[in-house]
């Protein structure tokens, strides 16, 4: 099968360390809100930002939520409509988030997301004093239930009927990109040089 | 202000129609899901693909669902850790789905959906037989209710005393490409050149 699903930790860690945005599943007042957030996994937690949902989770009543990662790989063009579809990687957290209060796990959660997101920058810029860190709140939530689910390969019309109408199929590859590093204008010295750290990230 | 609420209706309409992929947040069976699944938008609709959440949107009591579309434009470097982030552009849809069940609507919804993935594709591709009509679940959701967020530019501590500290700060642009087309190894006949409208899409 072209699309599946897994149950191997393996594509569950690649995927998770493949990104750094995540969309987070909410019920607020009642009413779903899906808001992207930035995250960083280690081998059983998925830190990632409250902001909004913070509104919600923290004092709220505690509820399960989703959090889901997905990559886009490719556009599958197949021969018929009805098979048309979409490379892709997706991992579904389910969990319950706890809120983290004490400062070293504060500290470590907020390492992991901002090297999830520019591998290095936690040594290198300056750290979040506590009226900083008091001021931002971090979940953390277990990877012990999760769903993963994968598609790879051409479209699966290949040796149906739908093939010798003479029509092209195939697979339109999706890359993310990084681009040369844009420096804010009001750097200061203004030619300093971007730092080696900062390099285009290399994601799988 | 570099995030801003936006309630420009040009907004939602430039993030629709840069992609094709949403983020659908749904109650299961009591628990929130978010799934990723292809999206099609016209001036007034959103149609989407039901699979998965059909289970639960259609035939259960109607609920309210939450559509997020989010563009990852670069990775905001500052010179605090504190002030990282993202420039992105998200747009968030309430609604109740209706389900798609009479004919011209579900073929011209799915016409939509099918030319915001791949322009083109739906004037090219065999079109769904009233078989494949009837094991697609089409959905629709009216873009009357909607919250849009942008963030562009540089880091917020340019201004701040953190400038004076030496260390580099800026935007890593993140950008979506699409590959050369990969044609299907099943390819009937093998050499078919690929037509002038699969091209590499232009997504602002």
């Known amino acids: 099968m072209k699309e599946k699903g897994s149950y191997d930790r393996a594509d569950l860690d690649a995927i998770l360390a493949a990104g750094f945005v995540c969309h987070l599943g909410v019920v607020v007042d009642g009413t779903v809100m899906v808001l992207p957030t930035v995250y960083g996994a280690t081998a059983d937690t998925l830190y ?19 959090v889901t990662v997905t990559h886009l790989d ?24 706890r809120q983290v209060t004490e400062e070293p796990e504060k500290l470590h959660g907020l390492q992991i997301v901002t090297d999830q997101c520019a591998p290095g920058q936690w040594n290198y810029a300056r750290r979040p004093t506590r009226k900083e860190l008091a001021a ?58 971007v730092p080696s750290h900062i390099s285009v990230p290399d994601r799988p």
């Not at 930002?49 to 709220?60: E, I, K």
């Not at 239930?145 to 109408?165: F, H, M, N, W, Y």
């Open 48 to 66: 990632f930002h409250g902001s909004v949902a913070s509104r919600s989770l923290v004092g709220a009543p505690q509820q399960t939520v989703c």
């Open 74 to 97: 490719g556009l599958v063009l197949a021969r018929s409509v009805f098979e048309h579809g979409i490379n892709y990687r997706c991992a579904m957290i389910y969990g319950t988030p």
């Open 136 to 193: 931002t709140t971090l979940l953390a939530l277990p990877l012990n239930e999760a769903s993963v689910k994968i598609r790879t390969g051409p479209p699966d019309d290949g040796d149906s009927p739908d093939s010798q109408l003479g029509l092209w199929a195939g697979v339109i590859p999706i890359t993310t990109t990084y681009g040369t590093p844009i420096p804010d204008p009001l750097l200061l010295p203004p030619n300093l040089a």
